[in-house]
């Protein structure tokens, strides 16, 4: 019985160590067979010409970028970098070295350098053959102006000047010197062109600029950009009335307040209107980028709202009453609706005569504080950071590019702005003045008067 006993605990125990050796065995061919794939790669790599751009490493594995883009995972191995060149050094002795290259970048420069008219967007978009994980900094006297790959920048004066991109990845840095003639050009100080005129009902709409029933809104967009060039003045109606336009030039963000939008604010009579601008992104010359607003003095108060909508209503006829209480109905997109007075001042019709039965209007909405005293009506300006709020001569009327938010409120830092766009920011009337309505009278930019 005790044999017996004997040769079931041998032959058990034999199982087990054949077992554990089969085990072993199988390890040892996975490993095998995990480092055969790994050779492999590494000499595909090796035969393509490939090289090592960047390379990570967690808890002894490794995963290698290369210049093609692909990642190779390796493990059970030592990784050396040293004079440009990868090599790794398997268990078994074996080696394998790759070259490990900074960022192969080029940039297409013209015979003589880049040249550009000061306060026009200069762009230059150099090729990158590997561009996986490589971090991008163009310098302009040392200091970094661009963190991408793709460079856009305005200069504000004429010049010569040297631009330097360096280009790193984990191999190291390389880095690419360019020259930059920027000639100098005269530039009109106001508004060139007028891109889109939108009012909202108001006693000056149709008169200004004068529309009739032929009119489109094409023809009224030209009739707003010949004011407005020629030194007239137009008028945006109640809330949401709109108009947007540019300039021959970018208006560049220096150091300090930057541009006016002219109005005709008097003190105790201010119309604010918002100001949105945006940049030619896409370089087509069009205001279809994205626009940010000045956060002036009422952004951030409890009071004011954000996307804010109104919709207004064509009459069904004018009224006989020359002050009609209910003559323009409108609706809000938070539940409110009411109506915009006729007053006997003006007696044409307040609704667009190029526009259908109803149209919708939005943006920023600020509470509006006017009021009546002593028979005179104040409408008080808002602190800072609107159009037609304070007079134009008055500093307190000039916007700093700096102020301007996206669209979540985050502070941005724009190099310049080529569009302007303005809407009439609150809703507000009285018998004696009328509504509030944002008047536009043009344009100055800051920078072109500090060498006059």
């Known amino acids: 019985m005790k044999r017996i006993l004997f040769l079931l605990s041998a032959f058990v125990l034999l199982a087990g160590c054949v077992k554990d050796d ?8 996975n490993d095998l067979k995990e480092r055969m794939a790994l050779y492999e790669s590494l000499l595909d790599a090796l035969n393509n010409r490939l090289y090592v751009t960047g390379y990570e490493e967690k808890d002894g594995h490794y995963t290698i970028t290369m210049s093609d883009g692909t990642k190779l995972s390796v493990s059970n191995c030592v990784i050396t970098l040293a004079d440009g060149v990868m090599t790794f050094v ?26 550009i008219d000061k306060m026009k967007w ?21 200091e970094e102006i661009s963190g991408e790959k793709d460079l856009l920048h305005v200069f504000a004066e004429a010049g010569t000047y040297h631009l330097e991109l360096k280009a790193r990845n984990m191999m190291g840095e390389s880095s690419h010197t360019v020259a930059v003639t920027v000639n100098d050009k005269t530039y009109m100080n106001g508004i060139a062109k007028v891109y889109e005129y939108l009012p909202a009902p108001g006693q000056f709409i149709n008169a200004m600029p004068e529309a009739t029933a032929d009119d489109t809104p094409e023809t009224m967009r030209q009739k707003a950009e010949a004011a407005l060039t020629g ?8 809330f949401g009335g709109y108009v947007v336009f540019g300039f021959d030039h970018t208006i560049v963000n220096r150091e300090g307040n930057d541009f006016i939008v002219l109005g005709n604010a008097i003190t105790g009579s201010a119309e604010p209107g918002v100001i949105m601008v945006s940049y030619d992104a896409n370089g087509n010359g069009l205001p ?3 626009w940010y607003e000045i956060a002036g003095s009422e952004y951030h108060k409890p009071t004011t709202m954000m996307n804010y909508e109104m919709t207004y209503y064509k009459p069904a006829s004018e009224p006989e009453n020359p002050d009609e209480p209910e003559y323009i109905r409108w609706t809000d997109n938070h539940g409110q609706s009411g109506y915009i007075s006729k007053n006997n001042f003006h007696t044409q019709p307040y609704y667009p005569l190029w ?8 943006g920023t909405f600020m509470e509006e504080l006017m009021y009546v005293q002593e028979g005179v009506s104040i409408s008080p300006a808002c602190d800072w950071g609107y159009a037609d709020n304070w007079p134009n001569t008055d500093a307190r009327a000039q916007i700093d590019i700096d102020w301007a938010v996206d669209r979540l409120g985050n502070p941005v830092k724009l190099k310049g702005v080529d569009f302007v766009r303005v809407h009439t920011g609150n809703r507000a009337e009285n ?3 009328g509504e509030i309505s944002t008047e536009v009278a043009g344009f100055t930019d800051l920078n072109l008067l500090i060498n006059q």
Request: proline share 4%.
């Open 22 to 29: 089969i085990n072993d065995l199988k390890k040892e061919v």
């Open 90 to 115: 398997f268990a078994d002795g074996h080696t394998i070295s790759i070259d490990a290259a900074t960022p192969d970048v080029t940039v297409a420069e013209p015979a003589g350098g880049f040249v």
């Open 122 to 142: 200069l762009h230059i978009q150099p090729e990158a053959a590997d561009a996986a994980g490589v971090a991008y900094r163009w310098l302009l006297d040392g």
């Open 231 to 238: 030194g007239s003045m137009i008028c945006l109606g109640g």
């Open 288 to 290: 279809d980028d994205e």
């Open 355 to 362: 526009m259908g039965d109803s149209y919708t209007v939005g």
């Open 431 to 433: 018998s004696i003045t």
